[in-house]
């Protein structure tokens, strides 16, 4: 069974850090690209990073230059690494996997297969 685990998620002030990290199961890991959304209440889900299976990053332009998206392919662990964090950036945090290449639209939750539960990231202001 397909699994992806999530865990980092917490409360941190502006201007903090967190990381976030997927860990996949049950799946042939090398063969899927991964993507982080996130959903704050009463809003739309957001992708904010995705990795091809080349290991090349893309990702939100909200996000970029502080968030890094990184994976660990003994683990099969996906990490979400989130720095200069903003009370914006308040939401609940969803890893992804799927077949098809970043280019053909990583930003659309239509894009991927497998989800984790989610983790909630808190920042204050």
């Known amino acids: 069974e397909e699994q992806l685990v999530e865990s980092g998620g917490g409360s941190v002030e502006s201007g903090g850090s967190l990381r976030l990290s997927c860990a996949a199961s049950?799946?042939?890991?090398?063969?899927?690209?991964w993507g982080w959304f996130r959903q704050a209440p009463g809003k739309e889900p957001e992708g904010v990073a995705a990795?091809?299976?080349?290991?090349?990053?893309a990702y939100a332009e909200s996000v970029k230059g502080r968030f890094t998206i990184s994976q660990d392919k003994t683990d099969q662990t996906v990490y979400l690494q989130m720095d200069r964090l903003q009370p914006e950036d308040t939401a609940t945090y969803y890893c992804?996997?799927?077949?098809?290449?970043?280019?053909?639209?990583?930003?659309?939750?239509?894009?991927?297969?497998?989800w984790g539960q989610g983790a909630q990231v808190t920042v204050s202001s």
């Open positions: 049950g799946l042939f890991y090398s063969r899927y690209v």
């Open positions: 990795m091809d299976t080349d290991g090349i990053p």
């Open positions: 992804a996997a799927g077949y098809r290449p970043c280019y053909l639209g990583w930003t659309s939750v239509s894009h991927f297969t497998y």
